[in-house]
């Protein structure tokens, strides 16, 4: 399947299971030295192929375009983990919640969790879009698939999109348990 394609299906899924706001988070997906992602401010669940925007890794857009604000960190993201073919970065609102108050899910809460990840990063807030967020999320993928972006949402990547996506809305699963406990 096209990547642009790819990446449009999934993100009306990711914004139809409410994992993430019209304009919230970005998907991407490597293609040996090209990124697919998002571009920026446009609704998740309407995106066609044409809006999505090519970059090379190093974030040199390819055509047309303004990718998503958070392209360093999809970027940084591939540079550290070979093996990830697609990164998304969501804003569900029970995972975002624990985000944004500083806290944590503990996998073995629940057996769903401890099989979808061992253990759950809390990296310290940093400003959208910046070189020091990018940073600070390369190192915690270095031993994570996913994390919690503090005050600001989730990041996970995969082999494929929809790997990434199973481990956001696990990740979501969790925090909604934790929040009624």
């Not at 809390?122 to 190192?139: D, K, R, W, Y």
Request: aromatic content about 4%.
């Amino acid at each position: 399947m096209d990547p642009r394609e790819e990446i449009c299906n999934w993100a009306r899924e990711l914004y139809e299971l409410r994992l993430t706001t019209s304009r919230g988070g970005n998907l991407s997906v490597r293609q040996e030295d090209r990124v697919f992602i998002t571009p920026s401010g446009v609704h998740k669940g309407r995106l066609s192929p044409r809006d999505i925007v090519v970059t090379d890794m190093q974030g040199k857009v390819m055509g047309r375009g303004r990718p998503s604000i958070e392209l360093a960190m999809h970027l940084a993201v591939y540079r550290v983990r070979p093996d990830a073919r697609a990164v998304i970065h969501a804003h569900p609102v029970h995972a975002t919640a624990l985000a944004v108050a500083g806290r944590t899910i503990d996998p073995s809460m629940h057996p769903e969790l401890e099989a979808s990840f061992p253990k759950l990063p809390l990296i310290p807030p940093a400003p959208c879009g910046s070189e020091e967020l990018a940073n600070l999320v390369a190192e915690a993928v270095k031993e994570a698939d996913v994390v919690l972006l503090g005050g600001h949402g989730t990041l996970a990547l995969g082999r494929s999109v929809e790997a990434a996506l199973v481990l956001t809305e696990s990740v979501e699963f969790g925090a909604h348990l934790l929040l009624h406990l």
